[in-house]
């Protein structure tokens, strides 16, 4: 085992295969799907203080709508001009006009190793890497809820993923400046509004559907925490600078 395989097993494969089998374990009737709800959970608490910079950045991009808007009118027909006085602008504030980005950045390394998890963890050998600490139960029933089956794919939460998906993009989304220097900006924020869903329902169809009830977790979490944020910006304002 290379350095970099035994730094992605310690560090998140082995965490999150443990966190599962914990939660698995302590939740009455060791159902699995209570089990992936409560790790993203979890996952979403620990990853709150990086989630909830990105939003604020997301807020007070959206505040500097009327200077961007003075900007387009005063270097009108000159992209070049307008893109650098767009970048000067978000300088200026410390902006990065890619931080609606920065959610799924964070969240993608974790995402390939709960698949990783979900793909193999239920294989008997897997439990071989449970902490000493951590009760194993013999073995993992995909069979959740008494009728949704984890280890296969399932369309009906691959909509769920790819809607929630959409959703909290769309919540998420500062309003488009228009400038000619946020152009990669705006093309990344529709790959991952539109695109971005459409492949999650693609991939439904063949991953083990615990990955996408994972999803829909995170998904419904995300946009439970826009939806608050959104409410106590919109009565409080940005007052921190």
């Not at 295969?17 to 992936?36: E, K, M, R, S, W």
């Not at 919540?171 to 991952?192: I, N, R, V």
């Not at 439904?204 to 409410?231: R, V």
Request: glycine content about 8%; aromatic content about 14%.
């Amino acid at each position: 085992m290379n350095f970099f395989t035994f730094l992605y097993t310690e560090v998140l494969w082995r965490p999150l295969f443990n966190g599962l089998v914990f939660f698995y374990t302590v939740l009455p009737g060791q159902d699995l799907g209570l089990a992936i709800i409560a790790l993203t959970a979890a996952i979403r608490l620990v990853l709150a203080p990086l989630l909830l910079k990105a939003q604020r950045a997301q807020q007070r991009l959206a505040l500097l709508q009327p200077e961007l808007k003075r900007i387009q009118e005063k270097f009108k027909g000159d992209r070049e001009g307008q893109g650098r006085a767009t970048m000067e602008l978000y300088a200026a504030h410390k902006i990065n006009p890619l931080s609606g980005c920065l959610p799924l950045l964070i969240q993608l390394p974790i995402l390939i190793a709960v698949f990783q998890v979900f793909r193999g963890g239920f294989e008997p050998s897997a439990l071989g890497y449970l902490y000493s600490f951590i009760e194993n139960p013999g073995a993992l029933d995909p069979i959740s809820f008494g009728i949704l089956d984890l280890s296969r794919g399932n369309i009906y939460l691959g909509v769920a993923a790819a809607a929630t998906q959409y959703l909290q993009t769309r919540l998420a989304a500062p309003p488009p400046s228009g400038s000619g220097g946020g152009d990669f900006a705006k093309a990344l924020q529709w790959q991952t509004t539109y695109f971005f869903p459409l492949l999650i329902l693609f991939w439904s169809y063949s991953l083990p559907s615990a990955l996408t009830l994972y999803w829909t977790t995170l998904n419904f979490f995300g946009i439970l925490q826009e939806i608050l944020l959104k409410n106590y910006y919109g009565r409080h304002g940005d007052n921190k600078k």
